[in-house]
């Protein structure tokens, strides 16, 4: 499983590149206080989305270890198994489509209350969500 390492490996990198940014490189920089919460929410985010994603490889680093070795040849057949990975994808797609229509609706109400910091927070996970997923599509059609 050099995958789920790697996935562990990914995550510690990016806990550790926001803290430090957050706690070491945001304050010694003078940026307006707008902008200065922008940045310490996307610090934020990433330190809590890489805590999951180094949870969820090691919870499943665990599982792997602990099955026989019958278990573990079924675990890899069901991660190749083009059918499972169909529906992985779909999957993907429909949770993209939902987060961009509650990012849609949160940038909206954030709008009417007037909450500026809110919708520029909003606007930058929405690209930053756009640009991972435009540059996946373009290495999965150059694998292809």
């Excluded at 200065?36 to 499943?60: C, D, K, P, T």
């Excluded at 994808?89 to 489509?97: D, I, M, N, T, V």
Aim: some cysteine; hydrophobic content about 50%; proline content about 2%.
């Amino acid at each position: 499983m050099n995958v789920s390492k790697t996935k562990e490996r990914v995550a510690i990198a990016l806990i550790v590149v926001s803290m430090a940014a957050r706690w070491l490189i945001l304050p010694g920089l003078e940026l307006p206080e707008d902008l200065s919460r922008i940045v310490e929410n996307a610090f934020q985010g990433l330190f809590g989305a890489a805590l999951v994603l180094y949870l969820m490889s090691g919870l499943h680093r665990e599982i792997w270890q602990k099955a026989d070795p019958q278990t573990r040849r079924e675990m890899e057949v069901a991660q190749r198994d083009e059918r499972n990975q169909l529906m992985e994808e779909k999957a993907a797609a429909f949770g993209f489509e939902v987060s961009c229509y509650v990012l849609a609706a949160a940038y909206f109400i954030l709008s009417t209350l007037e909450q500026t910091v809110g919708e520029y927070t909003v606007l930058a996970v929405f690209v930053v969500q756009l640009i991972a997923y435009l540059w996946k599509g373009v290495r999965l059609k150059s694998e292809m």
